[in-house]
């Protein structure tokens, strides 16, 4: 492996620098063109790109049964406490409280809102956790 040489970068920079500015110099259009190109590309990517994608579940009431269903469309998880659930978990018991098909049915016992993220505490009213009190995310509810 080579050696890189503080000087040697230095003196590659300043060579850069001076080829540009030796563009600019015999090409005064194109070089101020292509700032204002970059200039215009950046403002409309900034104003065309959404602010964010916020996914939204329904408003949530306490006592009421919802279809539980993952944004993903996979399974939710039910947590002991009211956790990020994540790979991490994955298989620790005293974190993962059931693993909830979609379609399955859950009453809303508590809601809580945890880092930014609405969770709400279920009663699985069917399917194979049928019985089982948890927390999961409230975009999880339909």
Request: with cysteine.
């Amino acid at each position: 492996m080579s050696e890189i040489k503080i000087g040697d970068i230095i003196s590659n920079v300043k060579d850069a620098i001076g080829n540009i500015m030796d563009f600019r110099e015999e090409n005064p259009k194109v070089f101020y063109g292509g700032i204002g190109t970059v200039v215009v590309v950046v403002l409309l990517f900034m104003v065309l790109t959404p602010a964010g994608t916020d996914i939204e579940g329904p408003k949530i009431t306490i006592g009421n049964v919802y279809t539980i269903a993952a944004p993903n469309g996979g399974p939710a998880n039910l947590t002991a406490s009211p956790v990020f659930s994540s790979a991490d978990y994955a298989g620790e018991d005293s974190v993962n409280v059931c693993q909830v098909k979609p379609g399955t049915k859950g009453k809303v016992l508590e809601s809580r809102f945890v880092t930014y993220i609405d969770y709400v505490r279920l009663e699985i009213l069917d399917g194979d956790c049928m019985g089982k009190k948890g927390w999961t995310s409230s975009v999880s509810l339909r």
